[in-house]
């Protein structure tokens, strides 16, 4: 925490200048939305096609390692891989301690979750308004102006000033029953109705919005679904709508809109559970457990004095569906912490391959077929799987038209962004793209 406070120290005063340029940029990630998808023509995207044609679209775009929702959109926002930021899960490894399984818990503030810089903190020691709707890992934000967090009590977390708002205009129910009763569908609705909201009352100089419908349906349906195309079609009009605000606002030619999403998806038609092999040979949740996240799964030694990688590794090595048990020594090529330096890492990621998925269950078979109702999609694969990349679209202020830009990292969205407002931000693992950058970009 000195070491971030620091860098704000360092970089506010030379952001005293930006803060009073009139540049805005919003950021939209499309949850679960795979590159491939984007390029396919029965694809119901017209607003987000267009937006393309107007701007720039990438080849595609790497997510990080684990590639689940949490960490890339953290990558986003700080350019740094998890090895950095140290978000692993959808929530906080809690290691509850020897003898006790671990769990992940969501309920937590940015300043327990994130260790770097985010694009909001920089952009408010600038004196720029900030807002999120719906972002991970943005609860309880000092630098948000207005939030409301991708967290659980949702309503509750929310900042108060912008809850008061959304309820008198008639957007967020009035209640936390009511609140919670909202379908998928109309969350969505809601965090998008929020964002127009906050861009036509408040034009926040950056603004990140997540919404999870595709996600939602992908894992319900699968990618390339009746399902999921009816789902792209909502996130479009979703879309449409928040451009509208931008319009409406009076800020379109001022602003940088750039969609993206934090992973692609793939289909799976079997569940493995690597915690029924632990039990098979007694060890229990204790001692070791896997905590699965898809196409990955983190597996911790809860128990230090066991001495467990080699027989532990044993027992998941060649066996149905897992492509690889690999250890610490590869983890940093993976962009993500060693066990020593982080305890939130497990002490081995199983990896699996396609077809396969891993799940959280440790009784009944290892191997299952996967229930229809449970899931036909997934992600988590390692992010060199080409159907993990995700989409990024950009237009509007500072960027070129028809820039060609190939496959890149996502590492790069947050130091491109940061430029396009005006400043720097510290110690990035991605680099600007300024082959996508106008002039206007600087000016």
Request: charged residues 20%.
């Amino acid at each position: 925490m000195a070491r971030f406070v620091i860098w704000l120290v360092v970089f506010t005063t030379a952001l005293s200048a930006a803060a009073a340029d009139d540049r805005h940029v919003v950021i939209i990630t499309l949850d679960g939305f795979p590159e491939y998808v984007f390029r396919d023509p029965h694809a119901p995207i017209p607003t987000l096609r267009r937006l393309a044609a107007e701007g720039v679209a990438a080849e595609g775009m790497r997510p990080v390692n684990p590639v689940i929702t949490w960490p890339n959109h953290t990558t986003l926002v700080t350019g740094v891989k998890p090895a950095k930021h140290s978000v692993l899960h959808n929530g906080l490894l809690v290691r509850e301690g020897p003898g006790h399984p671990n769990r992940v818990d969501m309920s937590r503030d940015q300043s327990e979750l994130i260790k770097a810089p985010t694009l909001w903190d920089v952009a408010h020691a600038a004196g720029m308004r900030t807002a999120a709707i719906n972002w991970p890992c943005s609860r309880n934000s000092a630098t948000l102006d207005d939030c409301m967090p991708d967290a659980p009590n949702q309503f509750e977390h929310t900042t108060s000033d912008l809850k008061k708002e959304l309820i008198e205009s008639g957007i967020v129910p009035a209640s936390k029953p009511a609140f919670g009763m909202l379908s998928p569908p109309q969350q969505d609705q809601m965090w998008a109705a929020a964002a127009c909201y906050v861009i036509r009352r408040h034009q926040p100089n950056l603004l990140v919005v997540h919404l999870l419908l595709t996600d939602t349906i992908h894992h319900q349906y699968g990618p390339q679904s009746n399902a999921a195309f009816s789902a792209l079609a909502v996130a479009d009009y979703e879309l449409h709508d928040i451009l509208t605000a931008l319009s409406d606002a009076g800020i379109r030619e001022k602003t940088t809109v750039i969609v993206t999403s934090d992973h692609g998806f793939a289909r799976f038609t079997k569940l493995l559970q690597p915690n029924v092999l632990l039990q098979r040979d007694r060890i229990p949740p204790g001692q070791v457990q896997v905590i699965a996240e898809g196409g990955c799964a983190f597996v911790y030694f809860n128990d230090s004095s066991g001495g467990w990688t080699e027989q532990v590794t044993g027992i998941f090595k060649g066996r149905e569906g897992i492509e690889d048990v690999l250890r610490a020594d590869a983890f940093p090529g993976l962009g993500l912490p060693t066990p020593d330096k982080n305890p939130r890492m497990g002490n081995l990621l199983l990896t699996a391959k396609d077809g396969y998925s891993f799940g959280p269950g440790a009784f009944g078979e290892y191997v299952m077929s996967a229930p229809k109702a449970y899931t036909t999609g997934g992600h988590g694969y390692l992010s060199d799987n080409p159907r993990m990349a995700a989409i990024f679209v950009a237009a509007g202020r500072g960027i070129k038209k028809g820039a060609k830009l190939g496959v890149f990292d996502n590492t790069c969205v947050a130091p491109t962004a940061a430029k396009l407002l005006g400043y720097s931000l510290p110690n990035t693992d991605g680099r600007v793209l300024n082959e996508i950058l106008s002039d206007a970009a600087t000016h």
